[in-house]
């Protein structure tokens, strides 16, 4: 079993994480245009049972002023790698890391996760927050 | 053919079921987010011939204040192992349980069968209630 | 070539056919539920031809007050097995009676054929009526 | 090269390829049903390098009062395997004679090429005409 | 590493670039029509690292006037192959020469890369642009 | 249920099939090489259930000096539209029709069928005969 | 968990199960050719933890004097559903099984298993046991 | 119907075809390295029907003073787009035209057609010629 | 980067790893079958480069006495998470590990890796060794 | 057009470009193991039209002495980019120089290239030399 404990007070701490996030000027401000990344090597770790989870995180998003830059969100998702965090979790925290560094016009953070027990889950965050009907 | 019959009284109690499903508090409740678990491995029996069925059950939905725990979901859906169920009822009764424990802001369930005859079939289930244009 | 021609006065009698559909009560009638059927060994005869046609037949609905059995569904639609018609005419007869015996709130009914002379072809018939731009 | 040339004025005269297509009563006409045919044995010629150029026809439309025959279909589209005619234009030229003798409610001409110099292109054409936003 | 500064003075003149697009007549000018062009054959130099990037370019356009020649957008897109640009940028700078050259009534250029460092990514330009919700 | 027993004893008398086989002289008959036909459409009653099965027969031959015509194969194949026969019945009947009248230097007879109570099964016949190890 | 202990005594008596085999006569007994069916509904338990196990059975034979009879090979099947036995012993017992009741000149037996704890296994087993080199 | 007897005499005089074909010198004649060229956009004419055919060409083959130019191939295969011709002759006359001009160590020609009355057929020829067992 | 560096002398020790893996009796010793166990969330470290590899890592073995226990496996699989080690160094030492413990008649174990800078690698190694022609 | 003529004498040296490849030790080299690297990235230019190719190279070999460095062997891929070259020659050139400097006891090279004028090619060459039956 992994010992995602160590350090565990320092990784709880978001501003930690988020702030290997770079960014560089949007080149084209003027325009409503998407950006998309699909990062299929993510890695964290189940708080419940100590094992490994494994999944894809896409980011799709406008940009407003500034873009976020690929091998710094490659680090920064490197990070979670010994982290205990659950799916729900750890969706929505990456969002609120991108959201606070990158400030995009809109956002999609989706997490696909690998089968546990014969189940396999994705989560859906949306920035900004979709009215229900 | 499978005993399917037995037990029926208490099976067909349906809150013996359903309170099989555990939750834990959304991590993330002032965003309307989609939570997806697909679930591959769901046999049931069919009440006409005795035979087994099997199918996938996809639910998703955006959490209102509590999520539904994955191991819980997946205790939950072996117990229609071999129980005599209709495909038209056991996803409406999956809902029912569904909605009545985990109380989302928005639902659907989805069952998808493996072929019977040459035909196979999917069922549809939405909350709240889709109105017909 | 195929003596399609046999019974054709009875056959031509749609009521016929029809009688073979059986229902069950729609288990939850307070929702507006979807069930699809795929259908995928309907065979035909072409009437100028005299050869053999095959096809998926794709049934969507939401019932209302019944549901069509499954086994029923698929001796009605064996029914056609040596039956002269052709692709157009076979996708709204099937609907025709369909809505005659199911009478469900929303219905759609397609068939996808095989190839035939390098070109193959579907037909999707709605209820109610879809109206046009 | 192909002598793509001979007959060109006699070629040129559409009235002369569309008159290959032959048409039925609509079964049901006062249904707005949809009606596909998928033609993946297309062939023209470029007329710009004399090499020939292949594709696939997907010809969507909802008939009014009559529907296309499908062997005179193959045979309207076997007229074009000489032609010089650039992708754009016998896409729009086929939605033209189309229209011309079925007269349908709704209808879209899609054509799909292999790709030359690396490159592969699609057209769709629509009608009625499609606004701008 | 490649000596992707070579005349980078003069590359980076994008009207230098885009006299490469050549254009014809609309055939069809009075429909809203729409063309596209997939270009799997992209290459362009991290200008970061040195290294090559590889990728996808689609085009998807409402001809208005004129329409953009498939040869000459080959040999347009070649002039990039060792140019170094950003994804961000050399999306965006695609769509300012096709839209000054090509003029379109509407316009789509999206851009898929191949991965780099585990990731991959996706751009999507649109003209007009798109108002957010 | 089919009437599938009309003219049993015609159809049980394997020349009446077979005769429907018309061949070609072989063009290349001092060469030993390989003719493959896959035939998707087949269809034949289960005589156990009354109940239509469908599969494909694909055909692998080294033709010696005739080769099949390729239509007759076509509606020798349909003559088991409405035959009582079993998976590995018609596989081994099928081979001998084919031995007896295209006399080929080597032959397989492969069929692969449609699920029938959630199984799905592959007849494989060879010629000549194949020793065991 | 499921109690998969009921009546294990009679359950781990093999003989109880194979004698739901049933057996027809070899239809061409004097050729070596190939049966294949796959089960893809294949569901028994995990002795350690209780959990049931999803799996595809796929078997491939060459028939002496007598073939199974594919209705009894299901019901023979649907006796491991409730059954507590490991990927490795349940493989080799349906082999045991087979070659007891169907005596084969040669046979394989494979079983495809879903993933458990992000690893999935496969087994196969063939008559006559092969030679290492 | 096309006009596929156009000018037979000149095309069956099979020599007229094959001088279009092109060699360059094998840069490694000392290896026996394999080359394989696929040509999916093959089209001859049916000379029973009238009607095109359509299929792909691939050509493997160990050279050994010479190999094939692409560009020639492409020309040579494109004159039989008016050849009335059947599966089984083309394919043995291209190996025969191939052998003949490009005299290779060892070749296959391989013709896979698209389906036709519901049947679709694949031919191989190799040489040298293979003995049977 | 992560401190892959962490305990390196203790990693680098394999016994210490190995003992990890456990193993059960054979349950059908006198045949010689095969066992596989897919693991697709295989994760270690670069040492050139300190970033994570992912890959999946196949057994494929032929069991003497004993079999090796899944969840072992997978424990043991994680051992490797943190460890820095190449490709062609870690497949061979999980073989050796592999053998040690589970002392197989035959066994062959298969990384395949995502891609690093474009390219993607595998690696395939085999017990007993592999004579070269 | 590319100037892919510059410095043409010092590229023809092809030892200026294997000079790139590195080395290091064989961690195994008692075992006779194999290594497979996918390239797909890889773009030469055809010396017939000044146009950019594209293909996949796959490396497979098994090592002696030494193993190919992954990022020496993209480099020395790249060295390729604006080189004039056949695919025949550039395949043979690229086995060349990986035998001149891994030495491995067994190899292959294969190229995999896109359509040009709708034909697609793929080269294999083998080390050492496979005789011709
Ligand atoms: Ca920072
Ligand atoms: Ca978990
Ligand atoms: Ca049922
Ligand atoms: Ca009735
Ligand atoms: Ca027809
Ligand atoms: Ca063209
Ligand atoms: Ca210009
Ligand atoms: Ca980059
Ligand atoms: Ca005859
Ligand atoms: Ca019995
Ligand atoms: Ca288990
Ligand atoms: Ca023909
Ligand atoms: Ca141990
Ligand atoms: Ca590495
Ligand atoms: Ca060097
Ligand atoms: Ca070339």
Not at 1 to 26: G, P, T
Request: hydrophobic share 35%; charged share 25%.
């Amino acid at each position: 079993i992994l010992n995602y404990e160590v350090e565990k007070s320092k990784l709880n701490d978001s501003n930690h994480f988020r702030e290997l996030l770079e960014v560089f000027d949007n080149p084209s401000p003027t325009r409503n245009f998407t950006i998309q990344h699909h990062c299929p090597e993510f890695t964290s770790v189940c708080p419940k049972t100590g094992q490994p989870d494994y999944g894809t995180i896409i980011f799709t998003y406008v940009p407003d002023k500034i873009c976020v830059e690929l091998k710094s969100l490659k680090m920064y998702l490197q990070r979670f790698r010994n982290e205990g965090i659950f799916y729900e979790a750890v969706t929505n925290r990456i969002m609120d890391d991108f959201l606070a560094v990158v400030k995009p016009r809109q956002a999609t953070v989706e997490s696909r996760w690998t089968p546990r027990g014969g189940l396999n889950s994705n989560i859906i965050v949306q920035y900004p927050d979709v009215p229900l009907g």
